[in-house]
Structures are given as structure tokens and as C-alpha cells.
């Protein structure tokens, strides 16, 4: 009979740090091609607004599964996640059903993850200015994230809406603190975080300062944008996956049909540079990390959860 894992039941068993070791992985089989993953399928609902399915299949570590997806930007009005996902896993010989599980945590984990991971390659060692735009759950994950590979001795939050933004700073602490505008807190930061839900840019490449990471989490759909076209020319660019953001990403899709650069531009997975083939950091460039989610990211932090679930007698046994 499969398992039923509930937000709760995840959360006990798979950490940050279990979500960085399982995304590092999986990035790197990724773009190794030990993994068959389309495209995500999402179906548009209203604007900002879509479904979607993501299968992947690792047979290495026998891993098979998919995540569905909604991003509902108009939950937030009505006290529920944005971000609300299923996974499923399934036997890879027999096809059978092993576990459906809540989504939204691995989801909100994986993501602060790969952005970590991002951090530790592509960051200078040095790094101790971050700068976060955005209040929300993807700010306090990538906050957590971050300072796991960088020891940040400021950490500059800003986002639209000043009474999220004084009480984000009061619940996570020093060294954070509130900034005035997005500009004064990216100008002079080391890494920046875009962590917001807008479709249109939040960031002005004037104010990124050379040898800065910047890392833009969200625009993932090709009508939507959220970084200065600019800025994601004069970057070393990033992405999960090159096919994904030639596809998905308006940064990209926008940038490229503008002749602002050409697909060449964004080629350089963050799993060629974990599994050695391709360097981090080259030297005093910006980099840019845009990150558009991977469906063996999921399911592979679906798979250890499982496994670390069933070991600890958690979730309950479904009949279907």
C-alpha cells in the first residue's frame, strides 16, 4: 500500500541540509543525462497564474516520480501558500504506487538548495554582503540556505510592502536588517537574492556591482521577467537547465528574441559546474544563477524523505 506523507511528516525527515546533498546530486546527474525529464507541462490558468506537471525518471538510483504544481499568486490574499504541489513516487520495475506526499516544503527547501549550491560555486569566497528582495517563505528559506556555505556579516531585506519587511528582520534576527529600497540594498552586495513574485524586473543591472552572485528564483514562465535585461547580458549566466530556460524563462526568451544575446548565452548547467566539467567562479564577473526548478530535484528529495519516512514509522498507509 503506498504512504501518505503530510507537510508535517516531510518536514520531520528531510532538513536543509539533506535538501542541499540531494539538489548537489541531482543537478549534477541532471546534466550528466542520467536523467529523462521533459520540459514541465503547465497550463496557464489566468495570468501569473498556471498548473503543471513534472515527471522525472533517474534509473541509477531508482528513482521515478512526478510533482503537480500550482503557483497561485492571489493565495497569498487569502492566508495560503502560493506555491502548492503533490508528489507521487513509484516503484521503477513494477510501476506501482509507493507514496504521494506534500510538495510545498520540498519545493520551498529545493529551491533555497539550489541557490546555496549556486552560492558556494559561483560566490567569492569573501562574500559577506547578501541581499534578499522579497519578505516571504522563499526569503526566509534562501536566508537559512545561503548562510549554511557563506558567513554573512549583513544581510540587507527589502520588499514592497515595509510592515513584512520590519517584521522579516525582527524574526530572523541579526545581522539582518531592513533596507529602504531594493536599490540600497543590492548596491555593494556580494550575493543577491530575488526572491519575489514579480513578473517584471526588480533589479537594475546600475546597481549590481562587479564580481557580485545574483540569483533570481522566480519569471518562470516566457511572458514574465524579473531581472534588468541588461544585467542578464553582462552576466556569466546560469541556469538549472539550458533547455528549460530556452523554453520557460522570459529572461532568457525575451533577451534572446530582442538579439540581446543568442541560446549560447545561457548553456552553462549549474550541474556541469558541480560535477566538475565546467569551473565556478573565473574571476571578478557577475554571475547570475536563474534558476527555474527541476522536476529530479523534487523527486529526489521525495525519494530520501520516503525512505527516511519509512525507517521512522512515519505517515500513514493508504488503499486506493
Known amino acids: ?81 502560493t506555491h502548492l504541489a503533490a508528489i507521487s513516487l513509484f516503484d521503477t520495475e513494477t510501476g506501482q504506487l509507493l507514496a504521494v506526499m506534500d510538495g510545498r516544503w520540498i519545493t520551498e527547501v529545493r529551491t533555497a538548495a539550489a541557490s546555496a549550491l549556486s552560492t558556494r560555486e559561483l560566490a567569492r569566497q ?34 514592497p510592502t515595509a510592515e513584512h519587511v520590519r517584521l522579516f528582520a525582527e524574526e530572523m534576527g541579526s545581522p539582518v536588517k531592513a ?14 537574492v530575488i526572491a519575489t513574485s514579480s513578473v517584471t524586473p526588480a533589479i537594475d543591472d546600475r546597481w549590481v556591482s562587479g564580481g557580485a552572485h545574483v540569483i533570481a528564483i522566480g519569471a518562470c514562465r516566457p511572458s514574465q521577467r524579473e531581472i534588468d535585461p541588461a544585467l542578464v547580458a ?24 530582442e538579439g540581446r544575446f543568442t541560446r549560447d548565452h ?20 557577475v554571475t547570475l544563477f536563474k534558476s527555474l526548478g527541476l522536476a529530479i530535484e523534487d523527486v529526489a528529495a521525495a525519494a530520501l524523505a520516503y525512505r527516511r519516512a519509512k525507517e521512522a514509522g512515519r505517515g500513514i498507509q493508504v488503499e486506493l
Do not use: Y
Open 1 to 81: 500500500m503506498p504512504l501518505w506523507l503530510s507537510e508535517a511528516d516531510v518536514r520531520a525527515v528531510l532538513s536543509m541540509e539533506d535538501a542541499l546533498a540531494a539538489t548537489g546530486a541531482a543537478l549534477a546527474a541532471f546534466s550528466s543525462a542520467e536523467v529523462c525529464q521533459p520540459v514541465r507541462t503547465a497550463i496557464e490558468l489566468r495570468p501569473r497564474a498556471f498548473f503543471a506537471l513534472m515527471p522525472a525518471f533517474q534509473a541509477q538510483h531508482a528513482i521515478l516520480g512526478a510533482k503537480l504544481v500550482s503557483v497561485i499568486p492571489e493565495n497569498a490574499a487569502r492566508g495560503l501558500a
Open 126 to 159: 569573501n562574500a559577506a554582503v547578501l541581499a534578499i528582495l522579497g519578505s516571504g517563505v522563499q526569503a526566509r528559506s534562501h536566508l537559512r540556505a545561503l548562510q549554511l556555505v557563506r558567513e554573512f556579516r549583513e544581510v540587507r531585506v527589502w520588499s
Open 179 to 192: 533596507a529602504a529600497s531594493a536599490e540600497a540594498a543590492v548596491r555593494g552586495a556580494d550575493v543577491v
Open 234 to 257: 553582462r552576466a556569466r549566466l546560469v541556469v538549472d537547465s539550458r533547455e528549460a530556460a530556452w523554453q520557460e524563462s522570459g529572461d532568457v526568451v525575451q533577451g534572446i528574441a
Open 266 to 285: 545561457a548553456r552553462l548547467e549549474m550541474g556541469e559546474i558541480l560535477a566538475g566539467r565546467e569551473p565556478g567562479r573565473l574571476g571578478g564577473e
